[in-house]
């Protein structure tokens, strides 16, 4: 009887513990200055000049928090709120709100950093898969991230 007890309280434990999101991180070495890298990716509507997927981008003020939503190629539409920045550390925070992708509970951050006589750019962020599979889920996200840091060393200078 107490292995049963024991069996059914692993059991429930399992049950209750909570999803891992999945973690998707990308970073690129520049040549260009952390400052030149930072004026091209700090501003938060900036994205619609270095994404190549962002067509254009409006930003809004709503319940005290900046928000931009983004068009795409295709005519989806994305809808992103500033969670935090730091201009001195060169990095912001932002969420998504809504929008066409498979993620939900989304959560990224820019990063600029030097490195050496250059630059580091880091992309990193974690959400929950919706409608797709963490791998699947993931590769989307990496593909927007790999064709937002070679857009952001394009638009820096490199």
């Not at 932002?94 to 509970?105: A, F, K």
């Not at 030097?114 to 599979?133: M, Y």
Request: hydrophobic share 40%; with cysteine; charged share 20%.
């Amino acid at each position: 009887m107490q292995k049963l007890i024991w069996g059914l309280a692993a059991a429930t434990m399992m049950l209750a513990a909570p999803a891992h999101a999945v973690e998707v991180g990308k970073t690129m070495e520049t040549e260009a200055e952390p400052a030149a890298v930072w004026a091209a990716v700090g501003d938060f509507c900036g994205i619609g000049e270095w994404h190549p997927a962002v067509t254009r981008c409006e930003q809004s003020e709503e319940g005290g928090k900046t928000r931009r939503t983004l068009t795409l190629g295709d005519g989806a539409t994305l809808v992103e709120e500033l969670v935090s920045r730091d201009d001195a550390a060169m990095t912001y925070t932002y969420r998504i709100i809504e929008g066409p992708l498979p993620v939900e509970n989304y959560k990224s951050t820019i990063t600029v950093t030097a490195a050496g006589k250059g630059s580091t750019i880091s992309w990193n962020g974690t959400f929950d898969a919706k409608g797709a599979t963490d791998a699947e889920a993931g590769e989307v996200v990496g593909g927007i991230y790999d064709a937002g840091l070679q857009g952001i060393a394009e638009k820096a200078g490199m």
